[in-house]
């Protein structure tokens, strides 16, 4: 199946999803405007303990023993990290969590409308346009006046990097997208769980060496009780 397979109630159940994948990514670039990346995926680590809540709160469906101590992990570790880190920012940090909520919403709520008959590629492309239509309206009353500003003070040159920079950024987010698409469509629940989770640290280390961000101790320890218990839960999820 494909767009053709579209139907109008289809597109009226992602309008409340889409609404949601909109607010996510907006919340994870204020995050990101307002604490080190690193911290950002850190906390964005701690996305199982919303689906979990969510599960519990709106599914009736109550962790086990295991799922809870896994959870129980990426708390100490988000906290740990979060406390120990010098770019702390109470902004910032409410920005990663509400961001990991939406997102968490919209998985819930995305099974019932991939349950009527919609693909995944499908349903992703529906989201994503129309995420940026909801988006647009918002951005150009927000940042229109900012961004002609900005477009006065720049040169030609560097007009020009910043527009290949954004659009590098916006097609490597959607390319993500896809490629974890096709690797859950292609390989088995755990294997999407384990890269799913180890792109936290990956992304952690790339930002960190990238921006120069420094990690002490107790903020690596706090990053990696938060990658494991994310890890764990994904294992304990898979199995069951």
């Known amino acids: 199946p494909g767009f053709e397979s579209l139907t109008v109630p289809m597109l009226r159940a992602c309008l409340p999803l889409a609404l949601l994948?909109?607010?996510?990514?907006?919340?994870?670039?204020?995050?990101?405007?307002?604490?080190?990346?690193?911290?950002?995926?850190?906390?964005?680590?701690?996305?199982?303990?919303?689906?979990?809540?969510?599960?519990?709160?709106?599914l009736k469906r109550v962790p086990r023993f295991a799922e809870v101590g896994a959870l129980s992990i990426i708390v100490l570790g988000v906290v740990r990290a979060s406390v120990s880190e010098v770019s702390f920012n109470m902004v910032g940090f409410?920005?990663?969590?509400?961001?990991?909520?939406?997102?968490?919403?919209?998985?819930?709520?995305?099974?019932?409308?991939?349950?009527?008959?919609?693909?995944?590629l499908s349903f992703l492309s529906v989201l994503t346009i129309g995420a940026f239509c909801i988006g647009l309206p918002f951005a150009m009353w927000r940042e229109w006046a900012i961004l002609c500003g900005a477009v006065a003070d720049f040169s030609s040159t560097e007009l020009a990097a910043l527009g290949s920079q954004a659009l590098a950024a916006g097609v490597l987010f959607h390319f993500y997208q896809i490629s974890s698409i096709v690797i859950?469509?292609?390989?088995?629940?755990?294997?999407?769980?384990?890269?799913?989770?180890?792109?936290?640290?990956?992304?952690?280390?790339?930002?960190?060496?990238f921006f120069h961000t420094e990690i002490r101790p107790w903020n690596g320890f706090g990053v990696l009780c938060a990658v494991l218990g994310a890890y764990l839960y994904g294992r304990v999820k898979a199995k069951r």
Do not use: Q, W
Request: net charge positive; hydrophobic share 55%; charged share 10%.
């Open 21 to 58: 994948h909109c607010v996510a990514v907006f919340f994870t670039n204020v995050a990101i405007s307002k604490v080190n990346l690193s911290l950002v995926h850190t906390i964005k680590a701690a996305e199982p303990l919303y689906a979990a809540f969510l599960s519990l709160l709106l």
């Open 184 to 209: 859950l469509s292609k390989a088995s629940a755990v294997t999407h769980s384990v890269v799913n989770t180890m792109k936290r640290p990956v992304l952690i280390l790339i930002s960190a060496v």
């Open 94 to 120: 409410c920005a990663a969590m509400a961001s990991n909520l939406a997102f968490c919403l919209k998985n819930i709520f995305s099974v019932k409308v991939m349950g009527e008959g919609m693909d995944e």
